[in-house]
């Protein structure tokens, strides 16, 4: 049982270069979600999923765009690379049956973007 | 809406001595908070969660959590440091927007000395 895992863990784009971040997850769980980390400011969720095919904007979505199109996958894409989005990138996952507010998310190992 | 503060940026404590790294909340409605650690360079790990319970919430790693409504607080703490708890430390709270959102407090980075 892998969890959540997240392709690549490292990458260095170009300024107005494209890329795709994968996140998958073994779990079956219906919820996932795409934050960035930048010092000092925790994580802000980026795009989310509540299920296959469907997938809705976060607090910081503007220069992201998001495909769920397996329930285990969450896809999250840059059409052109910015410095501003250089950052630490997580993927998170979460059961999502309950219908509470307090399940617990699980996360991946982070994916760390540099946009020159 | 719903938010976090942690007071300190930065907490830096000598080995066996205790831990404290405090939290503030701000909801309309009667919160989920959680408290999250990632050591470096690794993903974020659940240490514990308040989910209108007991009040005081017992973690991982020794880790405990006192949810006060009163002063709207849910301060981590840890008898004992020990070098391998020196990591960032989350305080988060659910949004009850659905969907299980989280909201990350700013973070609070502990440092553990010999």
């Known amino acids: 049982n892998a969890g959540v895992t997240q392709t690549p863990k490292f990458r260095v784009l170009k300024t107005g270069q494209s890329m795709t971040l994968l996140c998958a997850q073994d779990?079956?769980?219906?919820?996932m979600y795409w934050y960035r980390q930048d010092p000092g400011m925790g994580l802000r969720l980026i795009h989310y999923s509540v299920g296959e095919g469907t997938t809705a904007k976060g607090e910081v979505p503007d220069g992201y765009n998001v495909s769920r199109l397996k329930k285990q996958n969450f896809l999250l894409g840059l059409e052109s690379a910015a410095p501003s989005q250089t950052s630490v990138y997580f993927c998170?996952?979460?059961?999502?049956?309950?219908?509470?507010?307090?399940?617990?998310?699980?996360f991946g190992p982070g994916t760390r973007l540099t946009v020159l | 809406a719903q938010s976090v503060t942690q007071l300190d940026s930065h907490v830096s404590v000598s080995e066996g001595t205790p831990v404290l790294l405090r939290c503030n909340y701000s909801s309309s409605y009667s919160p989920s908070l959680f408290w999250y650690v990632q050591h470096p360079n690794k993903g974020l790990q659940l240490l514990l969660k308040?989910?209108?319970?007991?009040?005081l919430v017992k973690g991982i790693n020794g880790f405990e959590a006192e949810f006060k409504k009163s002063e709207t607080s849910f301060h981590l703490t840890k008898p004992s440091a020990h070098m391998s708890d020196a990591a960032e430390y989350f305080c988060?709270?659910?949004?009850?927007?659905?969907?299980?959102?989280?909201?990350f407090g700013a973070g609070t980075r502990l440092a553990v000395h010999p």
């Open positions: 988060v709270v659910s949004d009850w927007g659905g969907y299980n959102k989280l909201i």
């Open positions: 779990m079956n769980h219906e919820y």
């Open positions: 998170a996952s979460s059961p999502g049956t309950s219908g509470g507010a307090d399940n617990e998310q699980f």
């Open positions: 308040y989910t209108s319970a007991a009040t």
